[in-house]
Antibody, heavy 122, light 108 residues
Framework: QVQLVESGGGVVQPGGSLRLSCAAS????????MHWVRQAPGKGLEWVAFIRYDGSNKYYADSVKGRFTISRDNSKNTLYLQMNSLRAEDTAVYYCAKDTTVVTPVYYMDVWGKGTTVTVSS | DIQMTQSPSSLSASVGDRVTITCRASQGISNYLAWYQQKPGKVPKLLIY???TLQSGVPSRFSGSGSGTDFTLTISSLQPEDVATYYCQKYNSAPSLTFGGGTKVEIK
């Protein structure tokens, strides 16, 4: 079945870095755009970043632009989020999510991973 | 940036009640709106896209309507398993993909 499994979360000090991974299975990963979405404790959903199926375009929320980098390795069916210059407000559960349509993105998400928790604290 | 405002932020209704949640965009977004359901401790689930198209497998008691700036999600007969927080999301212009603040639905 279609599955997304995130990893790489943890506790990091302000200003530190972390790389999240999302392993995909059960679908043709290389044909779909992918998103990162986060949810701070007790708060709502916030879209973070998107990458096209072939990595040719990447988009970021203003809140993470210049600090976070989304990437993918289609040979490994894996999505990444490199997070640098982390702040307390980046504390959240980070979900990877699959865009709904093949190749041409629609920018809404039909499959979500269970998430990985990032805590930024000294 | 276009803001998405949901109302109410929470509601309590009885089993069998008709429940309506509103999502308002600060500018017109045509029908580029999706709705998600997030049950307590669970992952978000896509319910509706294109404002009114039900995602495969979603019960028919859920429906969506609206276009432009005003949208609604309706649960025709609230069930205990519908206890969740519901989010709208606009997707009319990448890279700005914005979620509403959420509406928490509880059983009275």
């Amino acid at each position: 079945q279609v599955q997304l499994v995130e990893s790489g979360g943890g506790v990091v000090q302000p200003g530190g870095s972390l790389r999240l991974s999302c392993a995909a299975s059960g679908f043709t990963f290389s044909s779909y755009g992918m998103h990162w979405v986060r949810q701070a404790p007790g708060k709502g959903l916030e879209w973070v970043a998107f990458i096209r199926y072939d990595g040719s375009n990447k988009y970021y929320a203003d809140s993470v632009k210049g600090r976070f980098t989304i990437s993918r390795d289609n040979s490994k069916n894996t999505l990444y989020l490199q997070m640098n210059s982390l702040r307390a407000e980046d504390t959240a559960v980070y979900y990877c999510a699959k865009d709904t349509t093949v190749v041409t993105p629609v920018y809404y998400m039909d499959v979500w991973g269970k998430g990985t928790t990032v805590t930024v604290s000294s | 940036d276009i803001q998405m405002t949901q109302s109410p932020s929470s509601l309590s209704a009885s089993v069998g009640d008709r429940v309506t949640i509103t999502c308002r965009a600060s500018q017109g977004i045509s029908n580029y709106l999706a709705w998600y359901q997030q049950k307590p401790g669970k992952v978000p689930k896509l319910l509706i896209y294109a404002a009114s198209t039900l995602q495969s497998g979603v019960p028919s008691r859920f429906s969506g309507s609206g276009s432009g700036t005003d949208f609604t999600l309706t649960i025709s007969s609230l069930q205990p398993e519908d206890v969740a927080t519901y989010y709208c999301q606009k997707y009319n212009s990448a890279p700005s993909l914005t979620f509403g603040g959420g509406t928490k639905v509880e059983i009275k």
